[in-house]
Nanobody
């Protein structure tokens, strides 16, 4: 079994920073692409940022220049550094990872999701 656990959300004022963390735990697996998604009340879930297994990154236009995605492969941890936060960044942020298993009985990649962490940006 594989689990993803997010942390680091909270209530902050506009213009400040937060860093979200996502820890992937389990046995006999490899993590490939990882993503941060977010969902605001009444809106569709959107892809915020992606980091590939080789370290390549992509960002939604709404967060380019403000957010930075990174990973520590040795610790199976992904981060989202969020700077210059705006009210429109308010959402539940979800960690997502594509995982393969070190087994002859399982092939391909499987998506796993964290439970989400709330980020609220308000004056």
């Amino acid at each position: 079994q594989v689990q993803l656990v997010e942390s680091g959300g909270g209530l902050v004022q506009p213009g400040v920073s937060l860093r979200l963390s996502c820890v992937v735990s389990g046995r006999m697996f490899s993590v490939h692409d990882m993503n941060w998604y977010r969902q605001a009340p009444g809106k569709q879930r959107e892809l915020v940022a992606t980091i590939t297994g080789s370290g390549g990154t992509n960002y939604a236009d709404s967060v380019k220049g403000r957010f930075t995605i990174s990973r520590d492969s040795a610790e199976n941890t992904m981060y989202l550094q969020m700077d210059s936060l705006k009210a429109e960044d308010t959402a539940i942020y979800y960690c997502n990872a594509s995982v393969s298993f070190h087994s002859n009985y399982y092939s391909g990649e499987y998506d796993y999701w964290g439970q989400g962490t709330q980020v609220t940006v308000s004056s």
